[in-house]
């Protein structure tokens, strides 16, 4: 599979509407929280015809022993105002770069990729 090092130039986003879940969890709850979390927006989704408008993302920051974790996925418009756990929101309008292709199935070095974007972004 080709692969490029190419970061396309910077560009102006507008607010991108997203839905999410939140919580503190213990560090070794964090993946079964953030599997859980993925299936239940992506069920919401499914069940209210809403369109995903690019990949899932969590965000997790130290909260003492615990991790205060956000997880979301961008819809391709404005959610409802979500249920439950799941809320509805936006990131905020910001400058965004991306890589011109993609390595991400590089069987010899798979994380080349993601080095690559956490560098840029």
């Known amino acids: 599979m080709p692969t490029t090092t190419e970061l396309e130039p910077a560009r102006r ?31 919401f989704m499914q069940e209210h015809h809403i369109a995903a408008a690019g990949p899932p993302f969590s965000v997790c920051r130290p909260r003492g022993g615990d991790l205060d974790i956000e997880v979301g996925w961008p819809t391709a418009t404005k959610a ?30 798979p994380s080349r990729g993601r080095r690559l974007g956490e560098t840029w972004i």
């Open 13 to 43: 986003t507008d607010d991108q509407p997203i839905l999410s879940t939140r919580a503190v969890v213990p560090r070794p709850d964090a993946e079964a929280f953030i599997a859980a979390s993925l299936h239940d927006i992506r069920v």
């Open 80 to 109: 409802l105002a979500g249920t439950g756990r799941i809320h509805a929101g936006s990131l905020p309008r910001s400058l965004a770069g991306t890589r011109a292709g993609s390595d991400a199935g590089d069987p010899v070095e």
